[in-house]
């Protein structure tokens, strides 16, 4: 049917007829016969099929329920921060002139901090989903230990960015870090397919997208975010394109649930230290 409109639009009378129970075939004058092979060969070249597509199963990455304790973590780090110990923001709050001095923890305890409860609730409902699928997609410990250091990661920009010395907390960093993590299993899933740098390149800009309309409000820390977002895009990235096997992502959950442990434990120590 299709070549017999090319044949129509270039002026040359086609007739289909049936040559067998399963087929179809075009008859022209005999005279016309070659220009019709040309005109078809021509419109093949135009419209070269593309690859089958490979139905990529989004919808089939788990949520991860465990990030309701993460949010619970945030919660109550919140209430000791503002009701049992004041004197905690200062002591763990991301302040560049006591990082640059040696107290390198405070790149990670900030994330756990917030300003007001607005701030919070903030960070908790969208860190709630993307965190959520993190998780699923990455394995629980995996990803928290991923976010936490995409969160850290954040803070060190700010660190080099700024000229000026600042302070800064929130869980946000963590947040676009998860996002990140989320982009970039389109370049898991563009393995499968043909096209697959444009595959991952549509993944990364979306999930850029994303940012822009989630991270870059003027009043927040837009190089804390961009730089927890392209933090996550890196180690969500060479996550996946590690070998995976089932005793391979057991190993590398028990490892990543030991690291996220004693990152928190020493930096903790050394918080709580200073009170």
Request: proline share 4%; net charge neutral; charged share 15%.
């Amino acid at each position: 049917m299709d070549w017999s409109l090319v044949l129509a639009s270039q002026g040359i009378a086609a007739t289909i007829e049936r040559s067998d129970p399963d087929g179809w075939l075009l008859v022209v004058e005999p005279h016309e016969h070659e220009v019709a092979l040309r005109s078809i060969s021509l419109y093949e070249q135009e419209n070269r099929k593309r690859s089958t597509p490979v139905r990529v199963e989004w919808s089939k990455t788990p949520f991860h329920r465990g990030v309701l304790y993460w949010c619970m973590l945030l919660a109550l780090v919140f209430e000791i921060d503002k009701l049992l110990l004041p004197s905690l923001g200062a002591l763990a709050q991301f302040d560049s002139a006591a990082v640059t001095q040696g107290e390198w923890w405070r790149l990670v305890s900030a994330v756990f901090l917030h300003a007001d409860l607005p701030h919070l609730i903030s960070n908790l409902t969208t860190g709630f989903v993307l965190v959520g699928l993190a998780m699923g997609a990455f394995g629980a410990g995996c990803a928290l230990l991923s976010i936490l250091l995409a969160g850290a990661i954040g803070n060190l920009c700010g660190l080099l960015l700024y000229h000026a010395p600042y302070h800064g907390l929130g869980a946000s960093g963590m947040v676009m870090g998860a996002l990140g993590m989320i982009s970039a299993l389109s370049i898991r899933d563009s393995t499968q397919l043909h096209s697959g740098l444009k595959f991952a390149l549509k993944g990364i800009l979306g999930g850029m997208l994303l940012l822009v309309i989630l991270g870059t409000n003027p009043s927040s820390d837009v190089i804390a975010h961009v730089g927890g977002f392209f933090g996550g895009i890196g180690i969500g990235g060479i996550l996946t394109l590690l070998p995976r096997s089932p005793d391979r992502n057991r190993t590398l959950q028990r490892t990543s649930w030991v690291v996220l442990t004693g990152i928190l434990a020493a930096v903790a120590s050394l918080v709580m230290a200073g009170l």
